[in-house]
C-alpha cells in the first residue's frame, strides 16, 4: 500500500510538472493579449475567448501529456501500477473540472477531451511502465 501510495504521490508531482511546462511553453508562444493577466480571474475569459485554436490544444495536450507521463511515473513505483495511474489521471480530470467551473465558455470539445482522455492515457502509461527489477537475475 505505501509504495501506491508513494507513486501516486510522485506520479501527481510529475504530472503537474508536465502540465506546467506545456502550459508554459503554450504562453510563450501564445502570449496573452496586452493587459490581459493570467493570474487574474477576471481576464481568463477575455484571454481563452482570443486564443488561437493551437494555443487551446497544447492546453488539451499538456492534459493528456499530463496524465501519460504522471501515469506512467506512478505505475513505475507502485505496486498496484493500474491503481495509481487511474488515480494520478483523476487527479487531471479534477482540475480541468475545476477550469470548466471556474470558466464555463471553454469550447465543448476542450471539456469532453479534457474529461474523457486522462484515464485511457494513464492506463497506456501503466501499460507501459515496466515494473522495477527487485531481484537481479543470479549467475548460475
Request: no cysteine.
Amino acid at each position: 500500500m505505501w509504495r501506491t501510495l508513494l507513486g501516486v504521490v510522485v506520479g501527481v508531482l510529475a504530472m503537474w510538472l508536465v502540465v506546467a511546462g506545456i502550459e508554459f511553453a503554450s504562453h510563450a508562444i501564445y502570449p496573452p493579449p496586452p493587459g490581459l493577466d493570467p493570474m487574474r480571474t477576471a481576464d481568463l475569459e477575455k484571454i481563452l475567448a482570443a486564443s488561437p485554436l493551437a494555443a487551446l490544444a497544447m492546453v488539451v495536450a499538456a492534459w493528456v501529456l499530463g496524465a501519460f507521463a504522471g501515469g506512467w511515473v506512478a505505475a513505475r513505483i507502485a505496486k498496484h501500477r493500474r491503481v495509481a495511474a487511474v488515480l494520478v489521471a483523476l487527479g487531471v480530470m479534477a482540475g480541468v473540472a475545476g477550469m470548466i467551473a471556474m470558466m464555463p465558455n471553454h469550447p465543448r470539445w476542450m471539456s469532453v477531451l479534457g474529461i474523457l482522455l486522462p484515464i485511457p492515457a494513464a492506463l497506456i502509461a501503466a501499460r507501459l511502465a515496466k515494473p522495477r527489477d527487485t531481484h537481479p537475475p543470479t549467475a548460475t
